[in-house]
């Protein structure tokens, strides 16, 4: 069965950090880019990070630029997401998807097809 | 950065009912357009990709059009499974963007 995982979320106190991981099992996880998506409660969606199958090369959200870091390790099958200085506005539940592949002569379509069931990330004293 | 804004922000729609969302790019997106559904407590499903291809699985009363700055997304004969929310997301530049969401309510 194809699926992703997510788990590492929690409370965190304003200033802390918190290491997300994604589990992938059922595809060849090293072919996919991958992204972390995330929804404040009640909110809609914000995207937050994109890397690609390499782990070459990555891409930020303003918002999180400077205190997120995505990575990942294609031996384990699995996607980080290293989050520093976490502020109240970064509460959300995370999600991280794959890239539904190849469009015309991309490597990517940029559309994201596998979901993770989300992992809750509380910033708060 | 490209803002992607959605109309309406909600929508109320009966059972058989065909109903339309726009979806606006603030600059040209070309075909880098993707439509998601989201239904309460759980993770958003793709849809449509590339503006108008038809995701894997999914009900062929679901379309998608548009190209440049404007999308839409339409759904005929409106299914019970279908009220939901509904994102658009651009993908022609970092960072990607997703508009605001379309909740679609039962009349």
């Known amino acids: 069965e194809v699926q992703l995982v997510e788990s590492g979320g929690g409370l965190v106190q304003p200033g802390g950090s918190l290491r997300l991981s994604c589990a992938a099992s059922?595809?060849?996880?090293?072919?996919?880019?991958m992204t972390w998506v995330r929804q404040a409660p009640g909110k809609g969606l914000e995207w937050v990070s994109y890397?690609?199958?390499?782990?070459?090369?990555?891409w930020y959200a303003d918002s999180v630029k400077g205190r997120f870091t995505i990575s990942r390790d294609n031996a384990k099958n699995s996607l980080y997401l290293q989050m520093n200085s976490l502020r109240a506005e970064d509460t959300a539940v995370y999600y991280c998807?794959?890239?539904?592949?190849?469009?015309?002569?991309?490597?990517?379509?940029?559309?994201?097809?596998?979901w993770g069931q989300g992992t809750m990330v509380t910033v708060s004293s | 950065d490209i803002q992607m804004t959605q109309s309406p922000s909600s929508v109320s729609a009966s059972v058989g009912d065909r109903v339309t969302i726009t979806c606006r790019a603030s600059?040209?997106?070309?075909?880098?357009l993707a439509w998601y559904q989201q239904k309460p407590g759980k993770a958003p499903k793709l849809l449509i990709y590339?503006?108008?291809s038809l995701q894997s699985g999914v009900p062929s009363r679901f379309s998608g059009s548009g190209s440049g700055t404007e999308f839409t997304l339409t759904i005929r004969s409106l299914q019970p499974e279908d009220f939901a929310t509904y994102y658009c997301?651009?993908?022609?530049?970092?960072?990607?963007?997703f508009g605001q969401g379309t909740k679609l309510e039962i009349k």
């Open positions: 997301q651009q993908a022609n530049s970092f960072p990607y963007t």
């Open positions: 890397i690609i199958s390499s782990g070459t090369s990555t």
């Open positions: 600059q040209g997106v070309s075909s880098w």
């Open positions: 998807a794959t890239d539904r592949g190849p469009y015309s002569s991309s490597p990517n379509s940029g559309a994201f097809d596998i």
């Open positions: 590339a503006a108008s």
């Open positions: 059922g595809f060849t996880f090293s072919t996919y880019y």
